[in-house]
């Protein structure tokens, strides 16, 4: 993997255990991810579950995978 996207909405109902999971991979694999080089976790505030949080995470993540 060379790059690990992570998007999530604040009040999405996978939030917290998502969160938790990247953290522990974060903490388990520091050689393998570094946030901000080939890590990402970005949040929208109040998002949910849904369409209209998904999509702009779909087009954020093709932006760093297609530069």
Sequence with gaps: ?????????S??????KHQIMAQKVLADM????TD??????VEFKGG???YNCWLPHLYNCLRV???
């Excluded at 993997?1 to 909405?9: D, L, R």
């Excluded at 009040?11 to 917290?16: C, E, P, Q, S």
């Excluded at 520091?30 to 991810?33: D, G, N, S, T």
């Design 48 to 50: 949910t579950h849904a």
């Design 1 to 9: 993997m060379k790059f690990w996207y992570n998007g999530s909405g």
């Design 36 to 41: 901000g080089v080939n890590y990402c976790w």
């Design 30 to 33: 520091p050689e393998r991810f």
């Design 65 to 67: 995978f297609y530069k």
């Design 11 to 16: 009040a999405d109902m996978a939030h917290d």
